[in-house]
C-alpha cells in the first residue's frame, strides 16, 4: 500500500467513515485495475471530494487550497509540460523565486516531486487540492496546446502517437541538437522507449554501451531481442537521466545501484524497477517492468483446455496431494 493511500485508510478509519472491509475492498479493486483509490472512495460516495480533501489537509499538515475561483497563469502552468500534470494530477501555482508552488492531488508522492525538482530546477512546495479542480485547471491552462507525449492520462494509443507522431529517431535527433543540459529532449526519448516496451509487452529493457552505440534489448516471452542502437553521444544523458527518475546517486559509477520510479499510462500505474551495474564503457541499466494488470490473470486465459481447467479445480480442491 502506498504512503498516501495508507494515510487515506487512516484518516477514514479514525473518522468511522468507512469500515476496514469497505477499505481493504477498494484497495484491491485499485490496485486490480489502477484507478486512483481516492477517486473510488468518491464515486462510491463514501466520502464527497471537498470533505476528503480538507480531512487529508488537517493530517498531513499541508496547506489546501481550492483551485475553483483561483486564477491560474498559463504562463506558470506551463513551466511543467501537460503531460506530467496530467500524469500526476497536478498543476503550477505560483513561482518566487527559485520556489514553485504546485497543487497536487496526491503531495506524498515523492517521486513526482523529485522529477519536477530535476525538470524545472527549482524547489518544490506541494500543496493539496481536489484531483476534479486540477483536471479543469489543466484544461484551462493548457487550452490550445497539444497533449504532448508520455505516460498521460489519455488512452495508450493516443499516448504512443502524441507530439506529432513523434517518433524515437525523431526524438533522438532533438537530442543530438541540443546544446547544455536538455531535459525535454531526454525525457522524450525516455517516454518513446518505456511506451514501446509496454506495447509490446516487454518485462525488462536493457541500456547496454557499446564502443560506438547504446544498445537497447526488450526481454519479450522470455527472450533478449534488440530494439534500437542509439548514438553513443545520447548515452550519458538518458542513463544520467534514469538515475534521477530512479532516486540514484548520478555522481556513483563504481557501484551497482538499485532504485525504481512509476509510469501511469490509461489509468494503469507500472513500476519500473532500476538496476545500474558498472561495466566498461558505462554503466549498464536494466528496468524490470512490473505491470500489475499484467499479473492478474484468470485460469481461462493460460491456454488451457475446458477440461483441463476442470481438473485442475477439482484437484486444487483435495486436502493433499501435489500439482505438477
Not at 495508450?156 to 529532449?185: C, I, K, M, Y
Request: charged share 30%.
Amino acid at each position: 500500500m502506498s504512503g498516501f493511500k495508507e494515510r487515506i485508510s487512516t484518516v477514514l478509519l479514525a473518522r468511522r467513515v468507512a469500515t476496514k472491509e469497505q477499505l481493504d475492498r477498494l484497495l484491491a479493486e485499485s490496485s486490480r485495475n489502477g484507478k486512483s483509490f481516492a477517486r473510488l472512495l468518491i464515486d462510491r460516495k463514501i466520502i464527497s471530494e471537498a470533505t476528503l480533501t480538507e480531512l487529508l489537509s488537517k493530517e498531513l499538515a499541508i496547506p489546501m487550497i481550492s483551485l475553483a475561483k483561483y486564477r491560474i497563469d498559463p504562463a506558470v502552468a506551463r513551466l511543467i509540460p501537460e503531460r506530467w500534470a496530467r500524469q500526476h494530477h497536478l498543476i503550477a501555482l505560483s513561482k518566487f523565486g527559485e520556489r514553485l508552488v504546485v497543487a497536487m492531488a496526491d503531495p506524498l508522492d515523492i517521486f513526482a516531486i523529485d522529477d519536477l525538482k530535476a525538470l524545472t530546477q527549482v524547489a518544490i512546495d506541494p500543496v493539496l487540492s481536489p484531483e476534479s479542480e486540477i483536471r479543469r485547471a489543466i484544461e484551462q491552462a493548457y487550452a490550445g496546446q497539444a497533449l504532448s507525449a508520455g505516460a498521460s492520462d489519455a488512452t495508450e494509443e493516443a499516448a504512443g502517437q502524441g507530439e506529432g507522431d513523434l517518433t524515437l529517431d525523431s526524438a533522438v535527433a532533438l537530442l543530438l541538437n541540443e546544446t547544455g543540459e536538455a531535459e525535454a529532449p531526454v525525457i522524450r526519448v525516455i517516454n518513446r522507449l518505456v511506451i514501446e516496451s509496454m506495447r509490446r509487452h516487454a518485462s525488462d529493457i536493457h541500456l547496454e554501451p557499446g564502443e560506438d552505440a547504446l544498445r537497447v534489448r526488450y526481454r519479450i516471452d522470455g527472450r533478449l531481442m534488440e530494439a534500437h542502437r542509439l548514438p553513443k553521444a545520447v548515452q550519458s544523458a538518458l542513463l544520467t537521466r534514469l538515475k534521477i527518475m530512479s532516486g540514484l546517486d548520478i555522481t556513483e559509477w563504481r557501484l551497482p545501484q538499485d532504485g525504481r520510479f512509476k509510469v501511469r499510462l490509461d489509468e494503469r500505474e507500472v513500476d519500473f524497477r532500476v538496476s545500474v551495474l558498472p561495466i566498461a564503457g558505462g554503466g549498464k541499466v536494466v528496468l524490470r517492468l512490473l505491470d500489475q494488470a499484467n499479473l492478474s490473470i484468470g485460469l481461462d486465459h493460460l491456454g488451457f483446455l475446458p477440461e483441463s481447467i476442470e481438473q485442475f479445480k477439482a484437484a486444487v480442491k483435495r486436502p493433499y496431494g501435489m500439482i505438477l
